[in-house]
C-alpha cells in the first residue's frame, strides 16, 4: 500500500471520528467508505500505536468451509450412504462389509447408518430396513460449498462431525483515543543540523525509539558450506605442519597433469571424453627440456630398474593444454622443484578446483574440489602412509579406517580410504592413496631413498554428508538455493 492511500484512509477516519463518539464497527465503516478492509485494519492498528484511537477486537464467523474428511464426503458421498449402498438386497456379512468399505469406512458409516435406522441385523447378516435413503449429509455438503446458507440445526450437525470450520472475518469496534487529534503529524526521526540552526527542535516531536524492535537480516556476507569445510580442512593441515601448494592455474599441460605421474599416453584418462582439451592456447609453451627427455625416457623404454611402458612417446601428446583433472598436477610441479634444490623433507597439502569431462548426475559435475596432501622424506613406507591417514582422517572425527587395493598409475601400492562414518553407521569411502612410483620421482632427480606418499579426496562428498545434501546440483553450481547459502549453520569437524 502506498503512503498517499495510506494518508488518505488515516484522513477519512480521523475525519469520520472528529463529530462521532460512537464505537465503530471496522466492517461496517469500510463498507460504507468503500475501502478495503485489510487496509483499514493495517491503517487502524497504526493509530493504536499512536493512541489516536482506541480499540477491540472482534470476529465473527464470515461462511463455513468444507474440512478434509467433508471434502472427502462431497465427492464420494457420506460413509453411511456408502455402507448402505455397499449391502446387496439379500444382505452380507459384517466382514465382508468392512472389506468392501475400508475400516474408517465401515466405522463411521455404521454408526451413522445405525443412528438413522437403515440397517436391520440378523444372526450373521445385515441388511437394509428402508428400501431407498437420501445422502442429506452430502448434499449439505455440497450447498456449504457453493456458498448457500444452512439452518443453525443442519449447520450444528456438520460441525460436531467436524465436516466443515468456520472462516473467520476479523476487525475491530474502535473509538477516539487519548491523544485523538484531527491530524497525526509525522513524528521527526533525525535530529538535522537545519534543526539546531534554526531552533525548531524545541516544538518537534521525535519518534521514540523502538528498543523492542527485531534487528534486520544481514544478507551479505555468506560463506558457502564449501569454503567453510575447506577452512576445516586448512585447520587441520596446517595443525600437521603442511603447507599449501599453489594450485591457482586450472590450465596445465598434459605434461605435468599426466606424463610426469608416469601416466602413459594411451592411458583412457587422457581421452577427450574424460579431459577437457583447450582449444585456444592448445600448447604449452615451455617444459623442462632436460625432464622432458628423462620423462620420454622412462615411458618409452624404462630405467632405474623399471621396464618402462615401451611405446613410442609423442612429444605433441604432452604439449596439448587441458583443465587440470587433479591437483596432482601440481603436486609433481612441486616435487620437481624440490628436486632441482638441495633436498628438504616437506609437507605439503592443496584444495582447490579440478575439471573432469563427466555425465552430470546426483553425486557428480564437470567440475569438483579436491583435498590433497603429500609428505616427501627420506625412507618413508606404506606403515608411513597409514599413520598419517589415521591421524589426518581421526582430525576429521574418523578414527576407525580401512583399506583396498587399488591402481594409480602414478602410486604403488595404491589404496582406496574408507572410513567409518559414527554419524550414517556406516563405511564410506573417502579418499584414494600411494606412495609415487620411483618412475615418477627419480627422473625428476629426488634422491633415490626419498620416497613420497600421499592422498587425496574430494571436497564436495564430505561437505555434502556434514550439510546432509544429497544433490550435488543443490551445493554448487547455477540452480543452488540462495538461502542455502544464507542459513547454513557454522561447521566444526574433528578437534
Ligand atoms: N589424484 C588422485 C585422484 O585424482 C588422488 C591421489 C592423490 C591418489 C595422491 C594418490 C595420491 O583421485
Redesign the pocket.
Known amino acids: 500500500m502506498n503512503t498517499l492511500k495510506l494518508q488518505t484512509l488515516e484522513d477519512a477516519i480521523l475525519g469520520f471520528l472528529e463529530n462521532y463518539e460512537q464505537i465503530v464497527d471496522s466492517g461496517e465503516f469500510a463498507a460504507q467508505h468503500g475501502f478495503s478492509h485489510d487496509e483499514i485494519m493495517s491503517v487502524i492498528q497504526s493509530l493504536i500505536g499512536s493512541e489516536f484511537v482506541v480499540a477491540q477486537p472482534i470476529s465473527r464467523i464470515e461462511r463455513w468451509q468444507l474440512t478434509a474428511e467433508g471434502k472427502t464426503y462431497a465427492s464420494n458421498g457420506s460413509p453411511e450412504f456408502q455402507l448402505y449402498s455397499a449391502i446387496p438386497s439379500e444382505g452380507i456379512s459384517c466382514a465382508e462389509l468392512k472389506t468392501k468399505l475400508g475400516d474408517l469406512v465401515f466405522k463411521i458409516g455404521w454408526q451413522q447408518a445405525i443412528k438413522n435406522k437403515w440397517l436391520e441385523m440378523g444372526k450373521a447378516q445385515v441388511s437394509r430396513k428402508v428400501d431407498h435413503v437420501e445422502d442429506n449429509v452430502k448434499a449439505m455438503l455440497l450447498k456449504i460449498d457453493d456458498g448457500e446458507a444452512l439452518d443453525q440445526q443442519d449447520l450444528d450437525a456438520l460441525k460436531r462431525r467436524k465436516l466443515i470450520s468456520p472462516i473467520k472475518w476479523n476487525g475491530y469496534l474502535f473509538n477516539k483515543g487519548p491523544k485523538y487529534a484531527r491530524e497525526r503529524k509525522k513524528p521527526a526521526t533525525d535530529l538535522t543540523r537545519e534543526n539546531l540552526s534554526g531552533g525548531t527542535w524545541k516544538s518537534l516531536e521525535f519518534k521514540e525509539y523502538n528498543y523492542s524492535a527485531k534487528g534486520a537480516p544481514v544478507e551479505g556476507g555468506h560463506l558457502h558450506p564449501l569454503l567453510k569445510v575447506k577452512q576445516q580442512f586448512q585447520m587441520i593441515f596446517r595443525q600437521m605442519g603442511f603447507e599449501e601448494m599453489p594450485t591457482n592455474n586450472y590450465v596445465e599441460s598434459s605434461f605435468w597433469n599426466f606424463d610426469a605421474l608416469f601416466q602413459p599416453q594411451q592411458h583412457p584418462a587422457r581421452d577427450s571424453h574424460d579431459t577437457f582439451f583447450l582449444r585456444e592456447p592448445c600448447k604449452t609453451r615451455t617444459l623442462p627440456e632436460d625432464y622432458v627427455e628423462r620423462v620420454r625416457h622412462i615411458h618409452e623404454s624404462g630405467g632405474y630398474g623399471s621396464r618402462g611402458y615401451g611405446y613410442d612417446w609423442k612429444r605433441e601428446e604432452a604439449n596439448k593444454n587441458l583443465l587440470r583433472?587433479?591437483?596432482?598436477a601440481v603436486?609433481s610441479r612441486m616435487l620437481y622443484a624440490l628436486a632441482k634444490k638441495h633436498f628438504e623433507a616437506k609437507k605439503y597439502y592443496s584444495i582447490n578446483r579440478?575439471f573432469r569431462n563427466e555425465a552430470v548426475d546426483r553425486t557428480h559435475l564437470a567440475e569438483f574440489h579436491?583435498v590433497?596432501?603429500?609428505i616427501c622424506d627420506r625412507g618413508l613406507g606404506l606403515g608411513d602412509l597409514k599413520g598419517v591417514l589415521g591421524d589426518f582422517f581421526s582430525r576429521l572425527g574418523m578414527s576407525k579406517l580401512r583399506f583396498k587395493p587399488a591402481y594409480?598409475p602414478?602410486?604403488e601400492p595404491?589404496m582406496e580410504i574408507f572410513g567409518y562414518h559414527e554419524g550414517l553407521k556406516k563405511w564410506v569411502e573417502v579418499?584414494?592413496?600411494?606412495m609415487?612410483r620411483p618412475e615418477m620421482l627419480l627422473p625428476m632427480g629426488l634422491p633415490d631413498d626419498v620416497s613420497v606418499i600421499?592422498?587425496?579426496?574430494s571436497l564436495e562428498r564430505p561437505t555434502m554428508i556434514l550439510y546432509g545434501i544429497n544433490n550435488i546440483r543443490d551445493l554448487f553450481g547455477h540452480k543452488v538455493d540462495l538461502q542455502l547459502i544464507k542459513s547454513n549453520g557454522i561447521c566444526r569437524i574433528g578437534l
Open positions: 583433472t587433479h591437483t596432482t603436486s579440478v579436491q590433497e596432501g603429500l594409480n602414478y602410486t595404491s579418499g584414494n592413496s600411494g609415487f600421499a592422498w587425496g579426496l
